[in-house]
Each structure stands twice: as C-alpha cells, then as structure tokens.
C-alpha cells in the first residue's frame, strides 16, 4: 500500500491512517467485502507502530466503514448504492440490544462559579441589556469557532440561533417549515419531538430503526420531505447511524429536495478517539439544519441549545420568525461565552471523554 504518513504533522498518525483507508473504500481500492490488510502489514508497509494501525482500524469500524470478523479479519461493508437512493441489500437485523444510556456530565461546579463571577465583575449592568433575538453576537461566533474546531462545521454567525433547549428549537423548527410538511421521525425516538411538531399541527410518519440507522425502505416509502433524525445515540434505543446509513439520508434528502433535521443529542461525549462526523459538515446541498444543547454537556438546569441553519434559511428565518426575542438569559449566554472562549469546555469534554474510554477498557 502506497501510504506516505508525515510524522511531522501535527495531526496524529493513526488520522492519517484512516483517513487514507477511507479515500481507498469509497473510491472503491477496497470494495464490499474486501478483507483490509492486518495492522501487523499495515505497521510494517507504513512504518507506524502496530497499536497507530490498531487505533486506524478501530475508527473505521466505528465509522461504519468496515467491521472485525473474529479470527476472520477486518472486511469492508460501505457500499455505494447504500446512499444513492437505491434500496440497500445489506442491512442489520432489528435492533435486540439494550438501550445505552449515559449518564449526565456536568461541569465541575468549581469552574461553572468561578466562570459566573468572572462574568458578574467583568460585564457588570451589561447582563441586563437585551439580547438580540438570534442571541449574543460575539456567543455565537464563538459558538462558530467551537464547531470548526470540533466538528468540521464552518459557518457564520447569521446561520446560529440560540435558544432555550432542545425542546423550544423543535418548536421554531416546526414554525420555520410550516404545518403543511409531513415530518419522519426514527422508531423510536425522544416522545418530546413527536408532541412538540404535532402540537404545531405537523403531521408526523414513523420510520422504523435498524441498527445501523433508520430501515431504508421505510425512508424510501414515507412520503415526508423532512427528516428529523439522531445520528449519535438515538435515545431510547442507544442506535448511532453508520456512516453509509448518514449518506443514505443525505441522499434521501437530495432527491426529494427536502430538509435533515439533526439532532446531535449527546454527540460530544462520545468514546470514539475520532469526533463523530455530522451530516451538517458531509452535504454540499444546504439542507440540513443542525440542532445541540449543552444541557448534557453543562447541567441540566443550563437550559440553553443552539441551531445551524442552511445559508438558504437563515433569510427566511428572519422574515418568519426574527420577531421573537431570545429566551436564554444574557448573563447565562455570557456564561456560556467565556467558558468556550478559555478552553474550560473542551478541557471538560476531553476529561469525561477519557474517562468514558477507560471505564470501557478502551
């Protein structure tokens, strides 16, 4: 194999690694079902140590792009037509396992109050002005920068909204598309979605999960033109979508023309040594709109989540909904704003990140 990995770079080895594989599988070098060399040909054809190879396959395992067979080896399972529209041939059985339920991480309580007094001296009477209604400005580039460094999601500020929750973005969601839209949900899923978007009068369509994400002939039979979906830990079932799966969407939404609604609940906790890849960053098509909260991440009492419109919605956004004022505290989105700005966020994220990896003996 023909890979030049740079030991100089600041970017590990084993990225390199997968990376290169992952060009490889879907140019087609390694096609369906191929067997990948073992990480003991893969050390010594690239001069990287056995465990750098190891960490490389392991990624593409929890990608979706190939799976270990025991005593068999590493084979490939990412197909083309598995997301060209094409009803998939090979899909998982029904979902048989028990749901995965993470605990809450919260920020230690030292750095949250150290935070609020930093604020309180620093910002003073300017917690009591008004906030903007898509949120504080300088929250929201800071909110840009965070997602470029973390998920490969480069935005403008124009495209983020803040509100308060999950539970109330669904609700500007569901104004911002209007009632006349059939929405699909996974089966299951969070209730809350479901009675959110039919409390605005949507109608809704329930497409069964797999195990590697929703069935793909009930995508391709629901008549719905949104899909809202929770590629990483789909609660309650614990279900993350593969990355063939996420392209099955993507190109689902393609040929209907229609909007991905993304819910990325718990997606930075992930165990995963490679952040998972949301389908915001993978499509070219400005239809997906990206939804996150921090109340996994911060407390649960920090009511306070954020959405990634597409370029083309932001304009619309404003005509129908800019009117309203923003529901999250300016103090809290100050808060908030400073604990991204020092790093103590990310720093959290890694620590209960690492810790996940070892309690799982990984």
Known sequence: MNYIIDKTSARPAYLQLYECFVKDIISGVY???????????????????????????????????????????????????????????????????????????????????????????????????RSPSRGLELLRQEICAYLARSRGIHIHSSQVVIGSGAEYLYGMVAQLLGDKEVFALEDPSYEKISRVYETFGITIEKLKLLKNGIDTKALEKTSARVLHVTPFNSYPSGITADVSKKNAYLAWAEKREGIIIEDNYDSEL???????????????????????????????????????????????????????????????????????????YERHINRVRRKRRKDMGK
């Open 31 to 129: 096609p369906y079902l191929s067997r990948l060399p073992s990480k003991r040909t893969i050390a010594e054809e690239t001069g990287v140590s056995v465990i750098t190879a190891e960490h490389a396959m392991e990624l593409l395992t929890e990608e979706g792009y190939a799976e270990a067979r025991e005593r068999s080896g590493i084979y490939v399972i990412y197909r083309k037509q598995d997301f060209q529209g094409t009803p998939a041939l090979y899909e998982r059985e029904e979902i048989i396992s028990k749901p995965v339920i993470h605990q809450a991480s919260d920020l230690p309580f030292g750095i949250l109050s150290r935070t609020m007094r930093k604020v309180l001296q620093e910002y003073g009477e300017h917690i009591m002005e």
């Open 270 to 344: 992930t165990v995963s040594k490679k952040p998972e890849e949301p389908l915001f960053s993978m499509t070219y098509q400005d239809n997906v709109i990206y939804l996150n909260t921090f109340s996994r991440t911060i407390g649960r009492a920090m009511r306070m989540g954020y959405m990634v419109l597409p370029e083309k919605l932001s304009g619309l956004f404003e005509e129908k909904l800019g009117f309203y004022s923003c529901t999250v505290p300016v103090f809290e989105q100050y808060v908030l704003y400073e604990l991204l700005k020092s790093g103590d």
